[in-house]
């Protein structure tokens, strides 16, 4: 069973085995406006947790999307480019950013879980 | 005053609808012994007309370059600006309006802009343009810091027939950041392309070279453009006479990667070298690293085609610290008016006085090689070219200026140490050029060299 | 909606671009044929067309006429833009930087025949410095973002001729982001700074990052809430103590000019914007000048070229090698933006020492009439007086469903330019108003009537209005999302067989 998890980056993580698929959360791209850019990783670029992956544009504002955990990237959402809108339709779903293999899965230990999150932007406004 | 339309009744009114006595009460948080209570020791306030005597008495001192034969280039040319493109950038609209951040209001800059734009990729040869820089060597170096990002290297190759301030400029920019500046160093009898291609190696961010360069030789770049692919670099071009892509390839055609250019010969007065023009254009694939402002075009909620700025996440208002550059205020009316005058010029005219520029300066080369003493050293030029004189040319120029002729730059005016270029003269024509200003400075020349 | 046949609305008339006007072959300068010589080009001779469009003089001046038309400007009205300073721009300036042996020197003419245009540079320099408290000044910088550039420049060469770089520079949230984007092209990294709940720099928590490795703090004062920073000797002395310097900038220098000096306030260098506080004209974006003032201490990196007095005239210093000083390098091409210099000057003399000072009081006072006038309805930000200008925030527009930038496209419909919006970041949908001291009386009520019509109406519940707004200009709002996910930077012939 897939496991899901939240950063307080405002990223999501859908585990399977040692690989995360990772993007940002419904809330996140609402806050961004309309997305206009990706900027992703090369596969096989490896990341500390908390290094900065990627990048997404919006009109008015732009921000990292930071590594969640330590690893290597697996694949690309190379998709996104094409049509960065999708992160705004379908941000936790086809909006997926990159899949990174794990080194170190006790990090999972470190972020939120689905309840953790709601609480934690419930905070936030 | 003139300026100040609040008189001293409504002061008191507006000062007692505020709530509070005097003025000084609004200053409250500045501390008291940094509060003045008198005005600043400087002379009080002027009509115009006091006004016009000062600022023209400052300038009856100077000699303008109109009023003499005059042929002075290194970087600004005196060029003929048509008197409905000055006229123009003076409407209000133009000249008293901000940067275009509300568009449904700015219509008129933002459509300005985005042909400004369009002149610029077309003249450079290049896929994109942005609104402005503040002038070619501030571009040169925002070009420089581009391609270090783009390639994700860190050493730069100038070379020597760069303008100097330009690379003066370029080095100061990259000073405190971990870039490698090489400076190829001046040589005006080197191959400059076939040198720097050479210098090119796996790191490698750019090569950037001047056509026409500082002794005003022309030159095909695309070979050097090459080596600098082959290596992962980029190869920046610097144009600083703009006139000049009216009779040459564009950098665009030789294989540029980037063009940043002084655009200051449209459009826009000498004016002791400032307000001017920067300009910066690249390839498309490379438009996200590019500094400064874009003008882009969209459509508004009934469908009709208007003009925003955009891509503005590269940009300090939102990118702050990441940003692809610092720059806010640029040159937008340098910019309007170099565009004015080009849509003046249009094709044929453009290209026409390209030539006439090229025209005019072989005559006078010819004429000055003429000269016992004198020995023009190019083989290739556009408007402007080296002589070599068979005395230190800085004393001959002036001897020529207390003649009333300002006959060109030494090249000991950029570099006083040099001892290999004391004796070398740059001289520049234009459409401007008479043939009795080229008969003034032949004669004038023989009496100083004799 | 427009219903006519040319899509023109009486005045306002369509205009193409110019690429789609063209006229192959003509042009609008006559140009006499070039002599029949062999040119010297070499191979590198253009072969190909470039694609520029031909018009003919009425064409042109019809097609720029007719695109001004559709910008706003301070000559048309109130420009409430918050540190932007949108006063009256004189057209003496414009007159006297067109003056014959001003607008036509080069600036490589021989020093001895242009020695009125360096004492012009020497006598605004005069003025700035006196008017500031500095003592000395880097003319060069072309803008108030290259100004800071140099500003931190010198900061950062004085660091390094004492051996100590440091690292890291303290920048406010608050703060306008070109500061932090200059602190990192300078090679430091950049801390935030927290605003207090006054709307200043949080002094407490500035002088905890306070340490050996700080190499400046850049605050802007007045602050870009609009507020005076009054610790500012408090923070100037701690900065100092901790072996660092402070940096100033000097945007919203109107509020103060004539009243207070910077170098009375332990400031080491501000850049001014020539093209904000010595109203020199906007131009649809620049060009500006941003000099630096600059303290004792830093004075002797100030970068080249710069004049100094030599016997009974004046002398450029343009080679770091002919310095008696050690000027840290070259920021532009040239010696600086001389055209701004004379409208500046033209400006300065205008006002004089007494017009200035009640410049800067009248525009203060113009903010906190506007204040005063809007604060029962509007949410003003933070309490007590501001400065030149006023900060508000979208608290009064809470289940309106009425954004900030609803609120200000509606005021465009009204026929003003909208304030600055959403800046400063340190509080919720800002909305900036600097009228400036050149709005009479009868325009600042005209205008703070609006906007209470305005803020009356988002409460009464007319959000549809808003939306819809500008509904009058000629263009609507337009689509900013699709401009940047698919952008057209140029024309291109998409016509039929091309």
């Given amino acids: ?125 | 005053m003139r300026y100040l339309p609040l008189t001293d009744a409504d002061r008191q009114a507006m000062l007692a609808e505020i709530g509070v006595a005097a003025i000084e009460d609004l200053y409250k948080d500045v501390p008291a012994d940094a509060l003045l209570d008198a005005p600043v020791d400087l002379p009080s306030h002027k009509g115009e007309w006091e006004v016009e005597r000062i600022i023209g008495d400052l300038a009856a001192k100077n000699l303008g370059a109109s009023s003499v034969p005059s042929f002075i280039g290194a970087g600004n040319y005196r060029h003929h600006i048509p008197a409905s493109a000055d006229h123009l950038i003076q409407r209000s609209e133009f000249l008293t309006s901000y940067t275009p951040y509300q568009p449904e209001v700015s219509q008129g800059t933002l459509q300005a802009l985005f042909e400004f734009q369009t002149q610029v990729s077309l003249i450079t040869g290049m896929e994109v343009a942005n609104a402005s820089l503040y002038d070619g060597a501030t571009a040169c170096a925002e070009a420089a810091m581009m391609a270090c990002r783009v390639t994700k290297r860190s050493k730069m190759i100038l070379s020597g027939g760069l303008h100097p301030h330009y690379i003066d400029v370029t080095a100061t920019n990259a000073k405190y950041l971990d870039l490698n500046v090489i400076n190829a160093g001046v040589d005006p009898n080197r191959d400059e392309p076939a040198h720097l291609a050479g210098l090119v190696d796996e790191e490698t961010a750019c090569v950037i070279i001047q056509n026409p360069d500082l002794f005003g030789r022309v030159r095909d770049l695309s070979a050097l453009a090459d080596a600098c692919h082959e290596a992962g670099a980029l190869l920046v071009v610097i144009v600083n006479e703009i006139v000049s892509l009216g009779a040459l390839k564009s950098p665009g055609e030789m294989g540029a990667d980037i063009v940043a250019a002084e655009g200051q010969s449209l459009g826009n007065g000498l004016s002791f070298g400032g307000p001017h023009l920067g300009l910066l254009a690249t390839k498309e694939k490379f438009l996200r690293q590019m500094p400064g402002r874009l003008a882009g075009e969209t459509t508004d909620v009934d469908g009709k085609r208007g003009w925003v700025l955009t891509l503005s996440t590269r940009e300090q208002h939102i990118r702050r610290e990441k940003a692809t550059s610092n720059i806010c205020t640029n040159s937008g009316l340098c910019a309007l008016a170099f565009s004015i005058h080009l849509a003046l010029l249009g094709e044929t005219g453009f290209t026409k006085l390209a030539r006439l520029n090229n025209a005019n300066a072989v005559l006078l080369a010819d004429k000055l090689d003429a000269i016992s003493g004198v020995e023009v050293i190019n083989d290739t030029f556009f408007n402007e070219f080296t002589v070599r004189l068979s005395k230190p040319a800085e004393p001959v120029i002036e001897t020529l200026a207390a003649n009333r002729i300002l006959g060109g730059v030494p090249l000991s005016r950029f570099y006083p140490k040099n001892d290999a270029v004391t004796d070398l003269c740059l001289v520049t024509a234009t459409e401007l050029t008479r043939e009795e200003d080229m008969d003034a400075l032949s004669s004038a020349l023989s009496e100083a060299l004799a | 909606m427009s219903g006519t046949f040319t899509g023109n609305q009486g005045l306002r008339i369509e205009e193409p671009l110019i690429f789609e006007l063209d006229s192959p072959g003509q042009s609008a300068v006559d140009l006499p044929e070039p002599p029949a010589v062999e040119n010297r080009l070499g191979a590198a001779e253009r072969t190909e067309p470039i694609g520029l469009p031909g018009l003919t003089e009425p064409e042109v001046v019809r097609h720029y006429l007719r695109i001004s038309q559709k910008n706003y400007a301070i000559d048309a009205g109130l420009y409430p833009l918050g540190s932007c300073t949108m006063k009256h721009n004189p057209r003496l300036n414009e007159k006297m930087a067109r003056h014959a042996g001003l607008a036509d020197l080069h600036p490589l003419q021989p020093q001895s025949t242009v020695q009125g245009a360096l004492e012009l540079m020497d006598f605004c320099a005069e003025w700035l410095t006196t008017l500031t408290g500095m003592p000395g000044i880097a003319l060069s910088p072309a803008a108030g973002a290259h100004g800071e550039l140099c500003g931190l420049m010198t900061i950062r060469a004085a660091l390094e001729d004492r051996g100590d770089a440091r690292e890291r520079v303290l920048v406010p949230e608050s703060a306008h982001g070109t500061n932090p984007a200059s602190a990192h092209m300078c090679g430091y990294k950049v801390e935030s700074i927290p605003a207090d709940d006054r709307g200043r720099v949080d002094v407490a928590a500035m002088i905890d990052r306070l340490d050996d490795k700080v190499a400046a703090i850049m605050i802007t004062n007045p602050n870009t809430c609009g507020l005076f920073e009054n610790y500012i000797v408090r923070i100037a002395d701690a900065v100092h103590d901790a072996g660092g310097f402070v940096y100033c900038d000097g945007a919203n220098f109107n509020a103060i000019v004539g009243r207070v000096r910077p170098g009375d306030l332990g400031i080491d260098s501000m850049h001014l914007n020539l093209h904000k506080t010595f109203s020199t004209p906007h131009g649809g974006g620049g060009p500006g000048s941003g000099p630096v003032v600059l303290s004792e201490a830093l004075a002797p990196f100030a970068p080249v070229p710069y004049v100094v007095r030599d016997g009974d005239g004046f002398r450029l210093v343009e080679h770091i090698g002919d310095s008696d000083n050690k000027p840290y390098g070259r920021m532009k091409g040239f010696h600086g933006q001389f055209g701004v210099f004379v409208r500046a000057l033209s400006y300065m003399l205008s006002m004089g020492s007494d017009g200035l000072r009640q410049a800067s009081s009248d525009a203060v006072l113009n903010a906190n009439y506007l204040k005063s006038r809007l604060e029962d309805l509007l949410s003003v930000s933070f309490d007590g007086p501001c400065m030149h200008e006023v900060l508000f925030d979208d608290r009064f527009l809470k289940d309106t469903d009425v954004t900030t930038l609803d609120f200000a496209k509606a005021m465009i419909d009204e026929g003003f330019h909208p304030m600055t919006m959403y800046f400063p970041l340190v509080v919720h949908g800002a909305l900036l108003m600097e009228p400036t001291e050149t709005e009479s009386k009868a325009a600042l009520d005209q205008y703070a009537d609006m906007v209470r019509s305005l803020a009356e109406r988002a409460k009464a519940g007319e959000a549809e209005m808003f939306k819809e707004a500008p509904k009058l200009t000629p263009r609507r709002r337009l689509d900013e999302t699709s401009a940047a996910r698919n952008p057209v930077l140029r024309w291109a012939d998409r016509s039929e067989g091309s």
């Fill in chain 1, 1 to 125: 069973m897939a496991e899901v998890k939240f950063t307080d980056q405002h990223e999501w993580l859908l585990i399977d085995g040692d690989v995360a698929k990772v993007g940002i959360t419904d809330y996140a791209q609402e806050q961004l406006g309309d997305v206009v850019f990706v900027e992703l990783p090369q596969p096989g670029t490896e990341f500390n947790q908390g290094d900065e992956a990627a990048v997404v544009e919006s009109v008015k504002a732009a921000a990292e999307v930071y590594a969640p955990v330590t690893g290597e990237i697996v694949e690309a959402n190379n998709g996104l480019e094409d049509d960065p809108a999708v992160i705004n339709s379908d941000a936790q779903g086809e909006g997926w950013f990159f899949t990174i293999k794990m080194s170190d899965a006790g990090e999972l230990e470190t972020l939120m879980d689905e309840a953790g999150y709601k609480d934690f932007i419930a905070g936030l406004d």
